[in-house]
Nanobody, 121 residues
């Protein structure tokens, strides 16, 4: 029973910062270390968008819209994923979802419920 719980969302002014966290439970440390961890977001009326990815070896990728502003990281000792968001823009307003993708013999995806980020003055 893998569960992901996002936290850290809230209301922030343009230019501000937030740090999102995703705590994973029901997964072994070795499985967490071997998993792809991703942040997605979905704004009203828009498609779900992949924001950032970190691989089991620490490679990171970002959507063009957040490059230079967001940083994805993982603490494997705590089975936790983070997204540091700086220089936030109103366009960043969305529900942010944590995704754990475990690839063994098949691809297995696990999703959190999401945490709302609102950027508004």
């Amino acid at each position: 029973q893998v569960q992901l719980v996002e936290s850290g969302g809230g209301l922030v002014q343009p230019g501000g910062s937030l740090r999102l966290s995703c705590a994973a439970s029901g997964v072994s440390g070795s499985s967490f270390r071997g998993a792809f961890m991703n942040w997605y977001r979905q704004a009203p009326g828009k498609e779900r968008e992949l924001v950032a990815t970190t691989t089991s070896i620490g490679t990171t990728t970002y959507a063009d819209s957040v490059k230079g502003r967001f940083t994805i990281s993982r603490d494997n000792a705590k089975n936790t994923l983070y997204l540091q968001m700086n220089s936030l823009k109103p366009e960043d307003t969305a529900v942010y979802y944590c995704n754990l993708r475990l690839v063994i013999l098949t691809v297995q995806d696990y999703w959190g419920q999401g945490t709302q980020v609102t950027v508004s003055s």
